[in-house]
């Protein structure tokens, strides 16, 4: 069975998807022009010329509701993808709450466990947000309908599943020291450390190359 004959998603409904991971990746202020620029070659990748730069930009909640459509397994399957770009560095924002919430209104959702997720927002603020559960001090479980709702993500479309294996490192980044003038400034450990949602990643990176392999009988050497 060919990739193109179970495409599950129209170019709008891609173009949709990938305006709002964007979207909550600005909310921060932290989406620098190499990460403009690495989301531009990652949906080029996928998408004709003619949508790569409608595709990276922002959305309206309003907008994402309307092109999206009113399927609510599709408008949950974005969100899940949407809560995992927000908590890729392992710090979850208010600024990105609030869009998130914000997208939730619009899409006539209400899910549980992004009120389990607010509660990391305790007035710890790291650069904007709270870091999130140490799973080093017993508080992981905060998280556990979290993970469940996240483990539940559903594959329907390729240009989705190559989106995510780009997107997500096939193995934790390596931990470093930053170092001026020869000395060291600051230490940042791997991501599986800092992130204790970094094994949903891992999963939903998987399932991606599964679901390529198996049912769209795709070549997936090339994101090994």
């Not at 990739?3 to 909310?27: D, M």
């Not at 990391?120 to 993970?147: F, H, I, M, Q």
Request: proline residues 6%.
């Amino acid at each position: 069975m060919s990739a193109e004959s179970i495409v599950s998603y129209s170019s709008e409904q891609i173009t949709t998807w990938l305006r709002g991971l964007v979207t909550v990746a600005w909310a921060d202020g932290k989406f620098s022009e190499d990460e403009q620029l690495l989301i531009g070659q990652l949906v080029a990748s996928d998408l004709g010329p003619e949508l790569t730069q409608t595709a990276t930009e922002p959305i309206s909640p309003e907008q994402l509701a309307q092109q999206l459509g009113a399927d609510a397994a599709t408008a949950e399957n974005f969100l899940r993808t949407a809560v995992m770009v927000a908590l890729a560095d392992g710090v979850y924002s208010t600024a990105e709450d609030r869009i998130l919430e914000t997208f939730c209104q619009a899409l006539n959702l209400h899910v549980s466990a992004l009120e389990a997720l607010r509660q990391t927002l305790d007035g710890t603020e790291v650069k904007g947000g709270a870091a999130l559960a140490d799973p080093e001090k017993g508080s992981l479980d905060l998280l556990n309908p979290v993970r469940h709702w996240l483990d539940d993500l559903e594959m329907h479309d390729p240009r989705i599943a190559r989106f995510l294996c780009r997107l997500i490192p096939p193995q934790c980044p390596f931990e470093r020291d930053v170092k001026l003038f020869g000395r060291k400034v600051v230490h940042i450990p791997p991501l599986c450390k800092l992130n204790p949602l970094y094994e949903q990643l891992v999963g939903l990176r998987f399932r991606a190359l599964s679901y390529l392999a198996d049912d769209c009988k795709e070549d997936v050497s090339p994101y090994c």
